[in-house]
Each structure stands twice: as structure tokens, then as C-alpha cells.
């Protein structure tokens, strides 16, 4: 079993940035790849990114050169920071891994919004 905690969203300026992380905690062995998704207002939940447990990462053109995934393996923690926010980008925020199956997080809310 695998908890996930996402944090670090908030309301946020046009044109700002933001980093949000994902704790994981549980009973698990090892925790492969994990990502990023986020579902805006009346939209299905889109695919945003993905970082292997080696640290091989993927982008969708929406945030691509923008975003940075990462984690900290010896933590269990995941990071998704991005800039040049839009409003566009107002979704929640969704972590996502895979240790013997899917886990989800609650997700966090990120407004862009002046």
C-alpha cells in the first residue's frame, strides 16, 4: 500500500511559478515510476509528466520546457515545478505511483488567476 500527499498548491499570478511535491509513505518495497496529472474545471484528467525511478523523465507539449519533475528516492518524495504559469493551468493536481499497482493521491489545487 502506498500513500501519496500532494502539496504546494495555492493561487498564483500569471506569469508565476510554482512547486509541488508528493510524499509517499506506506508499506512498500520499492516505488517505480510516478507522475504528474492534473484535471481542470469540466475537463477529463490529463497525463502532465513522468519521472522513472531512475530518473528518466517525460513532458506533455503543455508544459514542456517550462516544467521540471524530480524526486528524492532516499525520501519518497516527488517535486513538479513549473513557470510562466497561465491560467490555463488552473487544475487539480494530481501525484501518481506504481509499486504493484496504481496509487493516487487527493490531490492539490492550483489557480492561475490575477
Known amino acids: 500500500q502506498v500513500q501519496l500527499v500532494e502539496s504546494g498548491g495555492g493561487l498564483v499570478q500569471p506569469g508565476g511559478s510554482l512547486r509541488l511535491s508528493c510524499a509517499a509513505s506506506?508499506?512498500?518495497?520499492?516505488?517505480?515510476?510516478m507522475g504528474w496529472y492534473r484535471q481542470a474545471p469540466g475537463k477529463e484528467r490529463e497525463w502532465v509528466a513522468t519521472?522513472?525511478?531512475?530518473?528518466?523523465?517525460n513532458y506533455a507539449d503543455s508544459v514542456k520546457g517550462r516544467s521540471t519533475i524530480s524526486r528524492d528516492n532516499a525520501k519518497n518524495i516527488m517535486y513538479f515545478e513549473m513557470s510562466s504559469l497561465k491560467p490555463e493551468d488552473t487544475a487539480v493536481y494530481y501525484c501518481?505511483?506504481?509499486?504493484?499497482?496504481?496509487?493516487w493521491g487527493q490531490g492539490t489545487r492550483v489557480t492561475v488567476s490575477s
Open positions: 501518481s505511483a506504481q509499486s504493484y499497482g496504481r496509487y
Open positions: 519521472i522513472t525511478n531512475s530518473g528518466n523523465t
Open positions: 506506506g508499506s512498500f518495497s520499492s516505488i517505480g515510476t
